[in-house]
């Protein structure tokens, strides 16, 4: 061989190592660590549901948070009924979904915590604020943000801090923002349910004579259907200390062996809980926060999770709330955490675009 082809040989040899070397992250970006704490709650205290005092806490760190040097945004989310935080840190997909995102360029790092929202009856919660239910508006605000802020390298500002979740922590989600505008700068929910009243009657569904004959939770049982979901929403928002042993008041009652609305508690049921009249009251808060976002799948099989959001979507438009919301082409499960998903494609560069990062 020539000797000029043996340099060229060297110099294309060390080009492609330098090009490697270029080009290659300073660290794994898969590598994401995912944390666990525990701490012990005195606001959810005030409840009558038993609830566990104890909060088991999962924390999604970045990868470069091992080098000990830069702090992050903190996107909190809220998981869904019938859910848990350890539930979710089993799932591989939801790291695979921050590692896709950091190598797309959509999002830069950020340190994503899941807080512990289960109950002892039924395994979930409608995100009340109240001596029922929980004080889990206080108990996210007040306790599990500092205790994330304290432990963590954070960015310990509302700017840096963004609040989320599915389905009913969709809905938490919403609403604990809107009241809190000075802890997060944004939202973003993802299929939230309770934005609004569908065209179903709203008592349909339910076994509402069990619930209003049952003396104990071992009566109730298993509850299947629409039971397990209304007791969880009249402990939320249609609580009442006067009538154990749930303490709620029923939206329908049992006389002389028929159902009968109860024309007050409809009302109080519909402009507590359906977000689009209950935000009413509260749109100065709501236009304080840097951006709202949330999407639905059109094919739910309850469709009046569709039109619930597609109110929402139509009531900020006409108050003039700025917002983003988006229908695709999906159902509430599907089309989250997998790859192109609304986590990796939608969610995560909207807190991108809207949080600030150090």
């Known amino acids: 061989m020539k000797p000029f082809a043996h340099l060229f040989i060297f110099l294309l040899a060390a080009l492609l190592s330098t090009t490697t070397l270029a080009t290659q992250p300073a660290y794994n970006k898969t590598n994401w660590v995912i944390d ?3 701490f012990e709650s005195s606001i959810l205290a005030d409840n009558k549901i038993d609830l566990r005092l104890k909060r088991n806490v999962m924390v999604w760190l970045p990868p ?40 797309r360029g959509l999002i830069q790092e950020f340190i994503f915590v899941v807080g512990d929202f289960t109950t002892t009856h039924g395994n979930g919660t409608f995100f009340g604020n109240n001596e029922v239910g929980g004080r889990w508006e206080d108990h996210i605000v007040q306790e599990l943000v500092p205790e994330i802020d304290k432990r963590y390298r ?26 809190n505008p000075d802890v997060f700068s944004s939202v973003y929910a993802l299929h939230p349910v309770g934005t609004g009243t569908g065209e179903r009657v709203i008592h349909q569904g339910p076994n509402w004579e069990l619930l209003n004959s049952a003396k104990s939770y071992q009566e109730l049982g298993e509850l299947g259907g629409y039971d397990h979901p209304f007791l969880l ?30 024309a007050k508690h409809v009302a109080r049921l519909r402009n507590n809980f359906a977000f689009d009249r209950y935000m009413m009251g509260h749109v100065d808060k709501l236009r304080q926060l840097t951006a709202i ?51 990796e494609n939608d969610m995560l560069p909207f807190f991108q675009r809207y949080l600030a990062f150090e």
């Open 64 to 103: 470069s948070y091992a080098d000990g040097k830069k702090a992050y945004p903190v996107i909190h989310y809220l998981h869904n009924s019938n859910w848990s935080s350890q539930q979710m840190a089993e799932q591989e997909q939801i790291q695979e979904a921050f590692a896709r995102a950091l190598d």
């Open 293 to 343: 976002g949330f999407d639905w799948g059109r094919h739910d099989p309850n469709f009046a999770h569709v039109e619930g959001n597609r109110k929402l979507a139509k009531s900020l438009r006409e108050l003039g709330v700025p917002h983003i919301a988006e229908e695709y082409n999906g159902d509430m499960w599907s089309e989250k955490w997998i790859p192109d998903g609304r986590v």
């Open 233 to 262: 929403m009249a402990q939320a928002h249609l609580p009442n200390l006067a009538k154990p042993p749930f303490y709620v008041d029923w939206i329908i009652e049992i006389k002389d062996g028929q159902r009968v609305p109860n």
């Open 154 to 179: 954070t960015l310990p500002t509302k700017a840096s801090r963004a609040l989320s979740g599915d389905f009913l922590g969709g809905y938490g989600a919403l609403r604990i923002a809107m009241h």
């Open 36 to 38: 666990e704490f525990s």
